[in-house]
Structure formats: C-alpha cells, structure tokens
C-alpha cells in the first residue's frame, strides 16, 4: 500500500528545494513558492516525473490569469467576504489565498497535480490563511456548497475549455458568481461573459514568450462562446 505520509513529504521536499519564495509584482500581499527559470525546473521536473509520476510544474508560476484574478479579489472583497468560494486550476494557489485574506468565509482549491495541492498547503501557511487544498476533478460538480467559483488562466487548451467553459457557464445559471481570470487566451470566451477589470501583469518571460501581459477578469454571465477571443 502506498505511504502518502512519504508521499506527501517527499512533494514537499522537491517544492522547497527547487522553488523560491517571492511575491508577483501584481500582488506584493502574496509570497509564494515559485520557480525562478522555465528551464531548470522543468529539467528536473522530468527526471522526478519518471519516478513519481506527476505533471509538469504548473503551480510553480504564478500565471497572468491567476495574477489578474487574485488582485480583483483583493481589489473587491466584496466578491468573496463571508462567502464560500471554490478556486478551480488552482495551481500555486494565488487566487484561493487571495479570497482568504479578502474574508471568505471559506475557500476549497483544486488541482489534479497532488504537488500543486501540497504547493497550495504550503503557500497558504505561509500567508497565514486556511485554504482547504484537494486533487479530486471538479469539472461537472454542481457545487451547491459554494457561492462563488473562480478560474484563474485556464482557456489555454482546447480540450480543457471545451469541458470547462459549460460547466462554468451552467454554475452562473444556478446562481453562482463566476469569475474567470484571462490574459488573452486562444481559448477564451468570446461571449457570455462581461469584463469587472482588467491589469498589466509582469510574466516570467521564458513562460509566457513576452514581459507582460493585459490580464482581464471576466464575469460569466449566461452561455460562453468558445470561439476564442483574439490575443490582447
């Protein structure tokens, strides 16, 4: 049977050894760990891949969307306080500690990477905030526990939009707030979504192919289009 305790401490290991902790410029309230190059990280990561089968490093960088949508949420507490939010793709878990310190009343995030759930732990500890932290796929879930659901950077794939962006949409017909974090993705909504904010977010720059990015923050509002929107 498999020891998850070692599992567990063993994730935590290569994220402390291979990550940093800096905060993004676009939101200085929030340190992270976080990878300073593509390349090297990525390096490793595939050598450690191979033994313990996990993805590639996502949650190593703190994305243009997820950036965009964090600093909204610190922005407009509103959106959040005493609310029960859910931070699908959660990845570093920058918009999930975001909602906590704008006064959620509690806040789940999700990633099917288990690193990317144990990088979320150890950044919410950091930031002093309770982030409950889970690799189970959401994707369909009706959510009735939650009244607010944010998404930060995922319309990056077609596949990944083509499942996410109905279920988004049939959570905002329920009631929900939805809030997607977009720094000009392919994949985007087109329509069905209203623009609360938008930013210029500083990027790692071997990540994104460019120093900054325009980071929208979408409300989704009724059906998205999946007709991607053209690069901002």
């Known amino acids: 049977m498999p020891d998850r305790a070692h599992d567990d401490d063993a994730r935590d290991a290569f994220i402390l050894s291979h990550t940093e902790v800096a905060a993004p410029r676009l939101c200085p309230e929030i340190a992270l760990h976080l990878a300073t190059e593509l390349t090297t990280l990525w390096t490793v990561t595939e050598a450690w891949l191979a033994e313990h089968g996990v993805p590639p490093p996502y949650w190593a960088f703190a994305w243009a969307g997820g950036q965009a949508l964090a600093r909204a949420v610190l922005d407009r507490p509103e959106l959040v306080r005493g609310r029960a939010v859910l931070d699908f793709a959660s990845g570093s878990g920058i918009v999930a500690i975001a909602a906590a310190m704008a006064g959620a009343a509690r806040v ?9 759930v144990r990088a979320i732990g150890l950044n919410a500890r950091r930031a002093e905030v309770a ?6 796929d959401v994707i369909d879930d009706p959510c009735a526990r939650f009244d607010v659901v944010l998404a930060g950077d995922v319309c990056y ?3 990944m939009s083509s499942r996410v962006l109905p ?3 049939s959570l905002a017909r329920a009631g929900k ?11 985007a909504p087109a329509t069905g979504v209203e623009e609360l904010a938008r930013y210029e977010v500083e ?30």
């Open 108 to 116: 789940v995030a999700t990633d099917v990477d288990p690193v990317a």
């Open 131 to 136: 982030v409950e932290a889970t690799s189970r």
């Open 157 to 159: 794939e077609q596949p």
């Open 167 to 169: 279920w988004l949409a």
């Open 177 to 187: 707030t939805v809030l997607i974090g977009e720094p000009g993705r392919t994949y």
């Open 203 to 232: 990027t790692v720059a071997d990540v994104e192919g460019v120093a900054r990015k325009i980071g929208r923050v979408l409300r989704v509002t009724s059906r998205p289009s999946r007709n991607g929107l053209r690069k901002l």
